[in-house]
């Protein structure tokens, strides 16, 4: 490692954490209703949606309603996602002539980015037509992200207001998020990503002839190639601020057309984290308490650079069988020349952190502790700033937990920010915690023990058990990363995916929702001396605590069949 | 210790370990999801061994046996702690038993209050049993009679022995009205006779319900022990799953490693044994026991759990300044005439008000007219005595003047002397016309300022002078209310003086805010007040218009002297009717929560041990490599897996003095609480696993 890989992480942190509270303090005007500067630009259009859809901007919900509306609007925006990929063929905006997708692909791809998870069994050049691209999941791109914003943004009106039913208007929620906040930052980063060649065009796949000619499998000569292009830069945009991580090109990240430079990486790479980072300090304001909201800001922090620290280390150690064959350096395997080694291990921390699962490098290559990093993070609930929205609401029901032991030891019942933790939060909390583990475990048994679920391990290994584990952990935690090397465009996995993607979404939503309601009706209690104060480096220091030892040593059984045992073996 | 407590005790743990083999019963076991997965695992275990030493089973039948025995041992151990913590208040309850035996009771007729005063003793009565006594019923009892049940005496003054329920042997006085009229059925009547209406029917007594509780028979669980069981059956849950989906993950394993033999059953079940919270679960309900046991053993009964753990969260602490903050009760000290009026004459109307006077300030200002002027106090006939009350807040005297006593008039005309506090007998001057009352009024304030009591005494409406009554403040009730402060608990002095006074008490006491001229109405206001604000109250009270505040307040503690209205309104009854008791009763709460909170940290942060111990050990044939994960070196896979099974079942037992003991509490803000009680439980839960283990290790191989 040379000094250049020190720097990098240290500014990408750094500058992350500069452009949480102006970002954040924007964010929160946006839901406190204050005065936006975009105002004049937007709020003629926020009115005229209203007017447009019948919503009543100022009539508010229960959590019911509220957990109601978000699940409708959820399920109708997968009906549609569905609908538009099996008839894309009659469809305008489809210059490659693509036909209609399988049912269980169908299937698979609609609930992926209804969940935000942006999972994808299949290859977008080679399957979605320009108009199921963009009016389909790039729509879901924006509306899922907002919709884990409306929830958090639910959770903080339960901890602000008390004795009152109302949680706020899922409708002006998932509005506000949409037309404030993702659609202008998108502009913004999908002009930058266009300055750095970042295609985005409605033109045909160009074919051009190749500098250096190949043969195909059948030995005929191979001169011109067919370049895949298209409105890629919008949608990269918002699949990186967005937490969702669907590729235009199957790639991803890595493809040239897709991430063009450094400065486009590092811009991604920026967008990635910038809205769960930001969301923090939004947070801390709405509470009107911000040290609160760096607190757990910090706790993720935390986490976060550690694990930066042994996937960049474990990635430069490379592997030693390969050493052991006069290959110098670390592991350049599945990684882009142009990226190279640090690049890449802090964009697979950073896309797992967040539930993004964007790549620009194969993850499948990484060393096995390189691998086991991304794979963790996702494992402690995505909550290391986590999805938009849903990272911070995940952490809150860590905190919940937290704050109840950590209540119960200083000898009064448990309260967080005046309000009672009791057996409805922490049933609630439980099934938060419960539901992404329970999915995941029992997913990859199912597929482990089922014949349907080995015959795609192409790796049939500790490696293999790994990759199953890691599909199962990735569309659990609505990342949608992949570790490949497992056949997962398949009726199988297509269905057992895209249940585990259900599952874990709207059971940690509906029961997150469920808190925000009780705890809104309950009453406020001033703080005093007796009251556990919760943005101190020792809470810090124990919820990092609860979320290793609960959120994490549950896998390690399981790690220990994977990840551990291949580095174990790699060394032997 | 004596030779009847170490017999006392043996007696316990002999019933203890008979008791943890009938808690066996599934039934029982199914209250608490933690154990009882625990007991399934121990069939399943045996199941297994069953199997094994036919020969059939899957793993030698001896480190299969050992671990079905120690899984049982760890069921045991949890129900032994319980069963601990239960005799102790089998014991109270037997001896309160044989207190509350079948007694005959002799039975009235209904009459009015009237004649049974006129009759007394001597009021036909038949006898029935005690049983067959109802509510609203009345009895008669006299010298040497067991009370037959509780009841509020409607007639006689008597000495009672409640040492039955108290255990204390001085003998008490109960009489008609005021705030002693409450009986407990199963005390002993030592002179006179009562006449008695019956509050409760048979069985729900108050003897019944103590009963009751030190039992745990009817124990219900608190809200926090709810919630705890819901997180403590979530991590179950996670650990069944983890361990559950293990068998299908190390067959796969095995079948593409080549090599090795899938997890056994066996070591599944003591994985998941080891992960569950137990060491939480097993010792749960021992330590929720243990928190009423404590109490009981401060003499005070809790009529629910919910009471003891909400004693925990109160922050505000309303205290009666009479006998809580001050000693005893306020003394007269001076008579300090005005408008001319001499002192001795002011002496002698107050005296004739306190006459019929029978509290304690009543009396001292008798006592001071006679040490000051040799007033002697005497009763005329004629004379009508108007009683205090909490609404007129003043008493005194009407009759007919006389030469003989100093006075207007020469006879005929009725004269009035009434003595009240201040602001009352203002309204009264100012009412009857009598606009001049400065002098008084200063005089007034200048008593009050100092933190004396002033009572100004009027004849026929106009003003005499003022009666100083000095209060005194206990010792070291400074420093307790700092410790309070300290806690995050707000105390509030609740007082009938005015406000002057109060806070002149108040400033010298060291509380935090008081209440002035407190009605039962303010006080229920106040009560209420903080309760909007997001407050938990505390209170004590004794008389019967302490009644309504004492149902309000979340927690409400009942002096045993009190009335029957008031015990019934409180969820607390301290016996040995000690008012500063509320401050013990508070850490007592929050211990109970505080040893709940820290061993679940504890047992949580056990499982990182466990986990280094078993896993190597359990997929070590399939992949060797892993035992480079085995830290602690641990001999062989079958001693490492047995070696953290048996700590998890020692760990519970040698919890359990800590469990009936409670987390010490210390009056320190909640952020050191939480740093010292981490570093205790969550750090020395962190590593005392791995030595513990370690040496079972040492020891099993040593052995074999």
């Not at chain 1, 994808?120 to 009016?135: A, D, I, K, P, V």
Request: proline fraction near 4%.
């Amino acid at each position: 490692m040379n000094i250049y890989d020190w720097i990098q992480p240290i500014f990408y942190i750094t500058v992350l954490l500069l452009l949480a509270k102006p970002l954040g303090s924007y964010m929160a005007r946006v839901y406190q209703n204050e005065r936006l500067f975009l105002d004049p630009i937007l709020a003629p259009v926020e009115r005229f949606i209203y007017r447009a859809s019948g919503i009543d901007s100022k009539s508010e919900m229960t959590w019911k309603t509220y957990a109601l509306a978000m699940f409708l609007f959820n399920i109708l925006g997968l009906l549609f996602v569905y609908l538009l990929q099996r008839v894309q063929g009659f469809l305008p905006l489809n210059p490659q002539g693509l036909g209609a997708i399988t049912p269980d692909s169908s299937w698979n791809t609609a609930v992926s980015f209804i969940t935000n998870t942006n999972w994808q069994g299949y290859s977008g050049e080679t399957t979605m037509s320009c108009f199921t691209q963009m009016l389909g999941l790039t729509v879901q791109n924006f509306v899922s992200a907002a919709t884990g914003m409306a929830v958090l943004v639910a959770l903080i009106r339960g901890i602000i207001r008390h004795t009152t039913k109302e949680i706020g208007n899922f409708w002006v929620d998932l509005t506000k998020s949409t037309l404030y906040i993702l659609l202008p930052l998108s502009l913004v980063v999908a002009l930058a990503l266009v300055s750095q060649g970042v295609v985005q065009t409605f033109s045909e796949y160009q074919t051009v002839s190749m500098l250096q000619g190949t043969t195909d499998a059948d030995g005929n000569a191979v001169t011109e190639q067919v370049i895949a292009v298209g409105p890629a830069a919008s949608q990269v945009a918002i699949k990186q601020l967005g937490t969702n991580g669907g590729g235009f090109f199957n790639v991803n990240s890595a493809h040239p057309l897709e991430n063009s430079t450094p400065l486009s990486n590092f811009i991604e790479m920026l967008s990635l984290l910038l809205i769960p980072v930001a969301l923090c300090y939004t947070y801390g304001k709405m509470i009107g308490d911000t040290k609160q909201g760096w607190a757990l800001l910090t706790a993720m922090t935390i986490i976060f650079v550690a694990l930066i620290g042994v996937a960049v280390w474990a990635e430069h150690a490379g592997n030693p069988a390969i050493q052991a064959l006069g290959v110098v350096g670390g592991n350049m395997e599945g990684k882009e020349a142009r990226f190279g080694i640090t690049t890449s291990a802090l964009w697979a921390t950073a896309t797992t952190a967040v539930s993004n699962g964007a790549v620009n490098s194969m993850l499948d290559s990484f060393t096995p502790l390189g691998g086991l990093v991304p794979m963790w993070l996702m494992q402690l609930g995505e909550i290391i700033y986590g999805g938009v929205g849903s990272g911070l609401y995940g952490m809150l029901a860590f905190v919940i937990i937290a704050v109840f032991i950590a209540g119960l030891m200083v000898g009064r019942t448990p309260e967080y920010l005046g309000k009672k933790i009791e057996a409805y939060e922490m049933k609630m909390a439980s099934i938060v915690i419960l539901v992404p583990l329970v999915t995941v475990l029992v997913g990859t048994a199912i597929a482990l023990m089922s014949e349907a679920g080995r015959a795609t391990i192409y790796n049939p290994s500790a490696h293999g058990f790994s990759e199953v584990l890691y599909a199962f952990t990735s569309t659990a935690a609505n990342n949608g990363s992949a570790f490949a090397g497992l056949g997962a465009n398949n009726p199988f996995y297509n269905t057992a995916l895209g249940l585990a993607m259900l599952l874990a979404r709207y059971w940690l939503a509906i029961p997150i929702l469920a808190i925000a309601g009780s705890l809104a009706n309950k009453k406020k209690i001033p703080v005093g001396s007796g009251t556990l104060p919760t943005h101190t480096p020792l809470f810090i220091g124990w919820l990092i605590g609860v979320i290793v030892i609960v959120g994490a040593l549950s896998y390690l059984p399981a790690l220990a069949l994977g990840p551990i045992v291949e580095h174990l073996l790699m060394f032997k | 210790m004596t030779t009847k407590q170490t017999t006392f005790r043996k007696e316990i743990y002999q019933r203890a370990v008979i008791e943890s083999f009938l808690k066996l019963n599934p039934r029982w076991m199914v209250r608490n999801p933690v154990m009882f997965v625990v007991e399934v695992g121990s069939v399943l275990a045996t199941v297994l061994w069953i199997q094994a030493l036919l020969s059939r089973g899957e793993t030698p039948a001896g480190f299969v046996g050992a671990i079905a025995l120690w899984l049982w041992f760890t069921v045991l151990f949890a129900n032994f702690s319980e069963a601990v913590a239960e005799g102790r208040g089998k014991a109270q309850a037997e001896s309160l038993r044989k207190a509350k035996q079948d007694t005959p009771a002799k039975r009235v007729a209904g009459l009015q209050v009237e004649s049974l005063q006129a009759e007394g003793a001597n009021v036909k009565h038949e006898i029935v049993s005690s049983t067959a006594l109802r509510k609203d019923d009345l009895y008669l009892v006299v010298a040497g009679d067991i009370l037959p049940a509780d009841g509020e005496i409607v007639a006689g003054i008597a000495s009672v022995d409640e040492s039955a329920v108290t255990g204390e042997s001085a003998p008490v006085v109960r009489e008609a009205g005021g705030d002693r009229s409450a009986v407990t059925g199963g005390t002993r009547l030592l002179s006179d006779w009562l006449i008695v209406k019956v509050s409760a029917d048979p069985g729900f007594g108050f003897l019944d319900r103590m009963i009751n509780m030190v039992e745990g028979a009817k124990r219900q669980k608190t809200p926090n022990e709810i919630a705890l069981n819901i997180l403590l059956a979530g991590f179950t849950i996670i650990f069944l799953v983890v361990c559950a989906t293990l068998l299908p993950y190390s067959l796969y394993s095995v079948s593409v490693a080549g090599q090795g033999t899938a997890i056994t059953i066996t070591v599944l079940i003591a994985l998941l044994i080891c992960l569950i919270p137990t060491t939480i679960g097993g010792l749960l309900s021992a330590i929720g026991i243990a928190g009423m046991d404590r109490m009981i053993q401060r003499n005070v009964i809790a009529m629910s759990g919910r009471a003891v753990e909400a004693a925990g969260d109160v922050d505000v602490l309303l205290l009666d300044k009479t006998g809580t903050i001050t000693l005893g009760n306020r003394q007269a000290v001076e008579f300090i005439p005005v408008n001319g009026v001499t002192a001795q004459e002011l002496a002698e109307c107050a005296q004739l008000a306190s006459l019929a006077d029978e509290t304690p300030e009543g009396r001292s200002i008798v006592v001071l007219a006679k040490e000051k002027f040799g007033l002697r106090g005497q009763t005329m006939e004629k004379m009508r005595f108007v009683p205090f009350t909490a609404q007129t807040r003043m008493s005194g005297v009407d009759f007919p003047s006389s030469p003989l006593l100093a006075g207007e008039g020469q006879g005929g005309e009725v004269v009035s002397i009434r003595k009240g506090a201040p602001d009352t007998m203002l309204e009264l001057i100012q009412a009857n016309g009598n606009a001049n009352a400065s002098d008084l009024k200063l005089t007034i304030d200048s008593i009050a300022r100092t933190g004396g009591t002033p009572l100004a005494v009027t004849r026929n409406g106009k003003a005499l002078g003022v009666i100083h009554l000095k209060d005194i403040v206990k010792g070291g009730m400074k420093e307790r209310f700092m410790h309070l402060r300290k806690m995050g608990i707000k105390t509030v002095m609740i007082t009938g003086d005015n406000p002057l006074t109060a806070a002149a008490i108040a400033a010298e006491a060291g509380v935090d805010d008081f209440l002035a001229q407190a009605t039962p109405e303010a006080k229920l206001k106040l009560i209420r007040e903080y309760q909007t604000g997001g407050r938990l109250v505390a209170m004590t009270g004794d008389g019967t218009n302490d009644a309504p505040a004492l149902a309000q307040a979340d927690v409400a503690v009942a002096m045993n002297t009190g009335t029957q209205p008031a015990r019934e309104a409180a969820n607390m009854v301290d016996l040995d009717s000690n008012p500063t008791k509320l401050i013990e009763i508070v850490e007592i709460g929050k211990q109970l929560l505080m040893t709940r909170g820290s061993l679940t940290t504890f047992s949580i942060a056990n499982d990182v041990a466990k986990y280094f111990a078993i896993i190597p050990a359990a997929f070590a044939s399939t992949y060797p490599v892993l035992n480079s994960l085995n830290f602690m070196r641990l001999a062989t896979p079958e001693s490492a897996i047995l070696s953290a099974v048996i700590f998890n079942a020692l760990i519970i037992v040698a919890l359990i003095p800590l469990a009936l003991r409670g987390v010490p509490y210390r009056a320190v803000g909640a952020a050191q609480l939480l740093r010292d009680n981490l570093l205790i439980y969550g750090l020395g839960g962190l590593i005392a696993p791995f030595i513990g283990i370690k040496l079972i290790d040492m020891l099993l191989v040593g052995l074999a």
